[in-house]
């Protein structure tokens, strides 16, 4: 049985306050090797959020000591963390899946009414787009307009919509009553 997914964190303002989280690295080991949950030190990651200071964490590995790995993103719960904290990377892979499944749907179905769109749109391409982002939210204008591309792209899969403006796509396409 292997324990999957623990995080363990503190903040370290000054390089002695990572003897703390080596302590508790300890004791969570402890409790670990106690309850048959083991470790794979190769698995754990270190990332350093908003300080620079030169630490370094251990773990037993069978009897030796192995220094854990530093990693500057991490892919946890379908969600990218950067060690910035800021919400490009997964606006790009958010991206990078919406406009591989609209890719897909525009080579297969080439005539898409409006009812068609919603359903297709809503049901394959909106979730990847929207996968947690209460815990990711986009702030940044660049973020915004990376995964916004994908829903401009996806309009112009509208029969007849193709040389509309953006705007009346959208219009046309996401508010009832609209005629053009």
Request: net charge positive; charged share 30%; with cysteine.
């Amino acid at each position: 049985m292997f324990a999957d997914d623990t995080k363990l964190w503190t903040g370290i303002l000054k390089l002695e306050d990572s003897d703390s989280l080596q302590k508790d690295l300890w004791r969570l080991a402890e409790w670990s090797k106690k309850w048959l949950l083991s470790f794979n030190p190769e698995k754990c990651k270190v990332m350093h959020i908003g300080h620079e200071f030169a630490t370094n964490y251990v773990m037993k590995d069978g009897g030796s000591l192995r220094n854990l790995d530093t990693t500057e993103k991490e892919k946890d719960l379908g969600i990218y963390v950067v060690k910035d904290l800021k919400s490009q990377e997964q606006c790009t892979q958010a991206a990078r899946k919406a406009q591989a499944v609209l890719g897909m749907v525009k080579r297969h179905l080439t005539q898409l009414d409006k009812e068609d769109f919603m359903a297709i749109y809503k049901a394959y391409i909106r979730p990847h787009l929207e996968y947690c982002v209460q815990a990711w939210s986009p702030h940044f204008i660049k973020d915004i307009d990376c995964l916004e591309q994908i829903q401009r792209r996806a309009t112009k899969l509208v029969k007849g919509l193709k040389k509309w403006t953006y705007e009346d796509r959208l219009k046309h396409v996401f508010q009832t009553g609209y005629s053009h």
